[in-house]
């Protein structure tokens, strides 16, 4: 009989840095479905992989002096060894940099500009020329300042290729509505509808002129192609589509599922359902917008020490505890919050107590009591009925549960197994039974049993935690099941032998845990300054550029934040014949009253510029790092009148 293909994906990853658990949330979730379903007998294509083009791959190589290539090329193989590490059962692995894959995207580019859907023409916005950012009329506000860092805007145009987002909307809408679980979960489905396809949608600019790092157009090689044509593609030419790569185009799209966190869904759910209408191409069938990983409740950063890291979780507590953790405690679809004693605790509740225990104290048993032989269930008792029924629902509940991709939720149903299990031991009390040579076959009927759930454990675990459900499996002295074996309460063969092994979870000491881990952030806090990256060096100038700039020592007589603008606080600062006020965009990093009294360097003769109305009269100088993570404002290192010359 012919399977069922069943094509699952997850985002392709930017290879800018290494990625960090939050990343890994997404690909353990998408592994456990593409586990699941191919124990449900599909034939499954489980997709990942790297999204490598774009300014900020460009720019970082540039800083560290190696070619773009050479810079992604070592990501990936470290992003490559982190799936292994965690056990992500990929089938395929695409890089943007593949030439498969750019002789697809090149040859859909060319389709749409030659059927109409992409046409040339001119973008025009207010430009920041340090964020390099375009912004909208409304965004730049009625004093044309940035956004993100209020600096002063100048109008700029750019040619660029757009794509007809127009043309489709009202399609998309219809389909939408239509097919009300092609957006999960319904409060995204909501956002897209009512806060981006009903007002309107604008004409997409899809190509860029300002840097080259990408798939160039294939008729106007000035531009290079918009990072997210490139990368949504790359769900249709992994599979052969518009290329000689694969050939299993027709086989597996559309797609069953793409998994995606929120920050992606706006891409994934209205301009790659409009690239497909362009290319009349059958939409994925489902897209899913999970939420996001905290690390303690703050929004997950590469800055916050290494225990993010996977690789260090991995060390310390194994890969399937991390799995566990990701899959069962955030729920999937909200945001969810990870820390060192929330995971340690979980670990210690769940796996050691509940599993580990349930395991060691039956097989413990059966070979104290049976020399590991396993007894044959002959005489059923009181509680074996409840123990057995919910075997019994169990498997149904699970595949509910993940046929609407309630992770967490098919865990609960196998833990009440284990629960419930545990709880049979206390009603049946073996030990007891085991010393009245009467109650011999009972007895051998309660271990029976116990086994046998741990068989559906192991067999349901499978997909969650792969090398948890070998253990059982190993310990249990079977072959790993499949699921139909759960279509029978009778899957232990009496007379075979348990392999009784070592703990599975050692419980952890959580203190003496915790305090290793801070020892670990704080050191990695420090082994992180020396690697800060470098922005590349300007032009030269001669000494005649230099001598127009004043710089002067300013003294700071009053400092406090702007109404409106986080990122922004006004300092009244005295530059010994007069006073000025200046805005200045430090207010991540100092408290107003921190600055006052402070003596700091100001740009003395930069022409003055309204920042979100208030108007600022010189710049106040600050070293600070790519991103501006760290910031430091620059001043003189001794003693000096206000007005003194910066030379
Ligand atoms: N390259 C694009 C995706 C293109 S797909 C055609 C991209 N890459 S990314 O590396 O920035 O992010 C990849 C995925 O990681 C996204 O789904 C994003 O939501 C997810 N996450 C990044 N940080 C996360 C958390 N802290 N928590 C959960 N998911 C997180 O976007």
Not at 450 to 460: D, K, P
């Amino acid at each position: 009989m012919k399977k069922t293909p069943y094509y699952i994906t997850t985002p392709i990853y930017y290879p800018s840095a290494n990625l960090h658990i939050g990343n890994a949330y997404t690909t353990v979730a998408a592994d456990a479905l593409a586990r699941y379903a191919r124990l449900q007998g599909k034939e499954v294509l489980f997709l990942t992989g790297t999204d490598e083009h774009g300014q900020k791959i460009q720019r970082i190589a540039q800083e560290k002096g190696v070619t773009p290539k050479a810079y992604v090329d070592e990501i990936v193989a470290g992003i490559k060894d982190l799936w292994q590490l965690l056990n992500i059962s990929y089938d395929r692995f695409i890089r943007t940099t593949d030439d498969y894959h750019k002789e697809s995207v090149q040859k859909i580019f060319k389709r749409l500009y030659d059927q109409g859907d992409i046409y040339k023409s001119e973008y025009e916005g207010w430009y920041c020329t340090p964020c390099e950012a375009f912004w909208t009329e409304s965004q730049a506000g009625p004093e044309h300042t940035c956004p993100d860092c209020g600096r002063p805007l100048e109008r700029a145009k750019e040619e660029s290729y757009f794509f007809r987002m127009s043309k489709y909307a009202d399609r998309l809408i219809e389909y939408i509505e239509a097919h009300p679980d092609f957006i999960q979960p319904e409060s995204r489905k909501n956002e897209m509808l009512n806060n981006f396809l009903k007002p309107g949608l604008q004409d997409l600019a899809v190509s860029r002129t300002s840097f080259d790092w990408g798939i160039k157009v294939p008729f106007d090689e000035r531009h290079v192609i918009y990072v997210w044509i490139d990368a949504l593609s790359n769900y249709l030419s992994a599979l052969g589509y518009e290329n000689e790569a694969y050939s299993d185009f027709k086989t597996f799209w559309p797609a069953d599922l793409h998994l995606v966190g929120k920050d992606i869904i706006r891409f994934h759910t209205i301009y790659w359902p409009i690239m497909l209408m362009a290319l009349d191409l059958p939409l994925p069938e489902h897209i899913y917008g999970h939420g996001w990983l905290m690390f303690n409740n703050e929004k997950m950063s590469k800055s916050k020490g290494n225990i993010v890291d996977p690789v260090v979780l991995a060390e310390h507590f194994g890969v399937d505890p991390i799995r566990y953790f990701l899959l069962r405690e955030i729920p999937f679809g909200s945001d969810g919050n990870f820390n060192n004693e929330a995971f340690i605790r979980k670990i210690n509740t769940d796996l050691a107590n509940d599993l580990g225990n349930l395991l060691s104290r039956s097989v413990t048993m059966v070979e104290k009591y049976f020399d590991s032989v396993i007894p044959e269930p002959k005489v059923p008792g009181t509680f074996d009925e409840e123990l057995e029924s919910i075997l019994r629902e169990a498997p149904q509940k699970v595949d509910e549960a993940m046929e609407h991709l309630k992770i967490p939720e098919a865990l609960a149903q196998i833990w009440n197994i284990i629960d419930r299990a545990n709880k049979y031991i206390d009603e049946t009390m073996p030990w007891a039974l085991a010393k009245d040579p009467e109650q011999k076959d009972r007895l051998g009927t309660v271990l029976n049993h116990l086994l046998e759930s741990l068989r559906y454990v192991a067999t349901l675990l499978q997909p969650f935690l792969p090398e948890t459900a070998q253990k059982l499996f190993d310990q249990l002295g079977i072959a790993p099941c499949g699921f139909d074996s759960l279509n029978t309460l009778r899957g232990m063969t009496p007379g075979d032998r348990v392999r009784k092994g070592a703990v599975i979870y050692p419980r952890i000491d959580l203190e003496k845990k915790l305090s290793e881990l801070e020892a670990l952030a704080v050191q990695d806090e420090g082994a992180q300054k020396p690697t800060a990256k470098l922005a590349p060096l300007k032009p030269e100038i001669s000494i005649e550029d230099f001598e127009k700039i004043d710089f002067r020592v300013a003294k700071v007589l009053a400092c406090e934040p702007m109404k409106g603008a986080k990122k922004l606080l006004l300092l009244t600062v005295d530059l010994g014949n007069e006073q000025r006020q200046v805005v200045s965009g430090i207010a991540a990093h100092y408290r107003p009253e921190e600055l006052v009294g402070r003596s700091v360097v100001l740009v003395a003769n930069l022409k003055p510029a309204k920042l979100r109305g208030t108007l600022s009269e010189g710049m106040v100088l600050a070293a600070s790092d790519e991103g501006d993570e760290h910031l430091f404002l620059v001043g003189p290192q001794g003693e000096l009148p206000p007005g003194s010359c910066v030379r």
